[in-house]
């Protein structure tokens, strides 16, 4: 039924379309305890959505057997467009909630339910964060990471005629990309 209330037993729901339809982005006049509610819940969904998003990201990895690395650094997922969107979304549920109350637009439960799911959001959100600052390296980026250091301090001391011939012997036996990433070919061909 469009634009009207369903009815399941004696209690009319709204669908997220008929809450947003009664002033989700602008504070409907006259609506009940429970339609502020519904309205919360779907705003705070989208957070939700973008928190799940940052979940899925910190798990992805590339590579194969040993050589797997995580796609996005714990900088990278630090600092995503997600975690943006979250702050700016819940900025403006934020700036909503407060002035409908403000202009008695907004019922104590619907004011409750705000505040509910923002002390949610901000518990998940810190919870997510912590998992990206604790994600263990694979295996991988652990030796990886040491190796790619050695081999830098190697380059760093090497004469350039030396660095060159072993960039070129490099691309001639075909290395796999994790071995050329760790030697640095790219920048050693760049020359």
Do not use: C
């Not at 057997?65 to 975690?83: A, N, W």
């Not at 949610?120 to 990206?132: G, M």
């Amino acid at each position: 039924m469009r634009g009207g209330s369903n009815m399941r037993g004696d209690v009319p729901l709204r669908t997220v379309l008929d809450v947003f339809k009664l002033g989700a982005f602008g504070g409907g006049e006259g609506m009940s305890g429970r339609d502020d509610v519904e309205m919360f819940k779907a705003k705070f969904r989208n957070v939700d959505n973008h928190i799940e998003y940052i979940r899925i990201k910190m798990t992805q990895k590339t590579g194969f057997l040993i050589f797997k690395t995580h796609v996005y650094t714990q900088d990278e997922l630090l600092r995503s467009e997600h975690h943006g969107m979250i702050y700016a979304i819940t900025e403006k549920i934020g700036d909503d909630a407060d002035n409908w109350y403000k202009a008695g637009k907004l019922s104590n439960a619907g004011r409750d339910a705000y505040y509910a799911h923002r002390e949610r959001v901000e518990q998940d959100l810190h919870s997510v964060n912590k998992e990206i600052m604790q994600r263990e390296a694979t295996w991988w980026e652990k030796v990886g990471g040491v190796l790619t250091q050695f081999v830098g301090l190697i380059k760093h001391n090497m004469p350039d005629l030396v660095r060159h011939a072993l960039a070129r012997a490099a691309v001639i036996l075909g290395l796999p990309a994790p071995l050329r990433k760790i030697i640095g070919l790219p920048l050693l061909t760049d020359g």
